[in-house]
């Protein structure tokens, strides 16, 4: 059910992130929906079901763009790992934390898709440019995850399958 | 307990090496997969933003007559309404007429595509085209509007296309002036919000004969893309760096930020592999108003 529930929420976001375009200010960067539900599955759930949502989502967004294949996951991954070392001492289920989350977490998806592409040559990006594009990814981290998060825990919720980590 | 973990992270980071090295056929195959998957839904949605704005708009248009008149009876505002959506067809029509008028004009085969989507990720400057590899629609073919071209496709799957536009800094076209005949590149300058022009042109001699306000057009130079076709115009000029080259930067003809309808030019041989077997004997209809055509 829980595999089910974080399926529904993939799709969901694969189109919601296809028909909102990058934000027009702070280096264009993307709306993070597909990264929402990979942190909240590694906030909220075990780590098989992260890893699973991680992979998916970014074979998502990398069908849905030029990147190459894999490139998404990593990003996705290295975020979502971010997010696991950090949940144990710093997060709490406020929506303040959340925001900061977030932030920190949306930075990090685009610094390390930045790097990923920057290596590969596939977008000549100045070190500015891109850290001006982590800032406007967590920007919108901060203001866009709390809002998933409580979407996606009040569905659960609603189905009965919410559980609290231990 | 530690040796679990270690196995199960060497597996996850060889999945995500395997699918970093996946052929280029394999990885079109499973990126088309999903991107056709999530077409209708995308189709769906956007028909309901479509109409949800539409509803906006008339609603906005309810209330400022309200606010000019609250007398106004409630058929004046009816009829109102049936005006605005009158005029909206209005423009349609004439954009389509438009696009009929230039689809006859012009020498190449050309597929009439809606544009469905913008680039989500903002990494590169792209629109999403509702027709794909099973509408004749092929990779690195030119992508044109009525007013001037706008880029050109990069990944094709079944159902849809992607196109990387002119204002890409990837997207690099060979150019002439049409007045002066002078050669160059033009290539996008990739996210400036808000800021014109969205393409430079580069590598032009240092005495060729460049003003502000030429047209440019496509050199047919390369191959990629037909010959005559407009890019733009040269906005203003400057000497590169090193005082070898001129630089000019172009606007581009085509509203790169307001596309609605596209056509992406085809050769024959593309067509072909999507033309449906036709029973002998059997004239389609279009054919038939070919003939009677003047």
């Not at chain 2, 609603?59 to 606010?67: F, T, V």
């Not at chain 2, 959506?85 to 009439?112: C, G, H, K, T, Y």
């Not at chain 2, 913008?118 to 099973?134: N, P, Y």
């Not at chain 2, 849809?160 to 800094?169: G, I, R």
């Amino acid at each position: 059910m829980t595999l089910l529930s974080l399926l529904f929420w993939l799709i969901a976001g694969g189109t919601l992130q296809v028909l909102v375009p990058a934000w027009r200010h702070m280096g264009q960067p993307a709306f993070p929906f597909l990264l929402g539900v990979v942190l909240y599955a590694a906030v909220n759930k075990k780590a098989r079901y992260f890893v699973v949502t991680a992979i998916l989502a970014g074979v998502m967004a990398d069908s849905l763009s030029l990147a190459p294949l894999g490139y998404s996951a990593c990003a996705f991954l290295v975020a979502g790992a971010l997010a696991v070392l950090l949940r144990a001492d710093f997060y709490a289920d406020k929506a303040r934390t959340v925001m900061w989350f977030g932030g920190l977490c949306a930075a990090t998806s685009t610094g390390t898709m930045a790097l990923l592409l920057r290596m590969k040559g596939l977008v000549s990006l100045s070190g500015s440019a891109i850290f001006w594009r982590m800032a406007g990814s967590a920007v919108l981290g901060a203001a866009l995850i709390p809002l998933l998060f409580g979407l996606m825990r009040g569905l659960e919720r609603r189905l009965g399958i919410w559980e609290e980590l231990g | 307990m530690k040796d679990r973990r270690w196995i199960a992270l060497c597996a996850i980071g060889l999945i995500v090496l395997a699918m970093m090295n996946l052929s280029d056929s394999a990885s079109l195959r499973v990126k088309g997969v999903v991107r056709d998957g999530i077409s209708p839904l995308q189709g769906v949605l956007r028909g309901g933003v479509r109409e949800l704005r539409e509803i906006f708009r008339y609603i906005r248009g309810i209330g400022d007559l309200a606010l000019e008149n609250r007398a106004l009876s409630e058929e004046i505002v009816y009829l109102r309404g049936e005006m605005r959506m009158a005029r909206e067809l209005d423009r349609d029509n004439q954009m389509l007429r438009d696009s009929l008028e230039f689809v006859r004009r012009f020498p190449n085969r050309l597929i009439s595509c809606e544009v469905v989507g913008r680039d989500s990720t903002g990494w590169w400057q792209t629109v999403r085209l509702d027709k794909g590899a099973s509408s004749g629609v092929t990779e690195g073919r030119a992508v044109i509007t009525p007013d001037g071209l706008i880029g050109r496709t990069v990944s094709v799957s079944d159902r849809t296309a992607d196109v990387l536009l002119l204002s890409d800094p990837s997207c690099k076209v060979s150019v002439r002036l049409d007045r002066s005949g002078v050669f160059g590149v033009v290539s996008g300058l990739g996210n400036k919000p808000g800021e014109q022009p969205a393409c430079r042109m580069d590598y032009i001699l240092r005495d060729a004969d460049v003003v502000e306000g030429d047209e440019v057009v496509t050199s047919g130079m390369g191959g990629l893309f037909p010959k005559g076709l407009i890019v733009g115009r040269v906005q203003r000029l400057e000497m590169s760096e090193g005082g070898l080259y001129q630089v000019a930067w172009v606007e581009s003809a085509a509203p790169l930020g307001e596309l609605e309808y596209a056509f992406v030019t085809a050769t024959e041989e593309d067509l072909a592999i999507t033309e449906p077997n036709i029973p002998e004997g059997f004239i389609p209809d279009d054919d038939i108003q070919e003939e009677e055509r003047p």
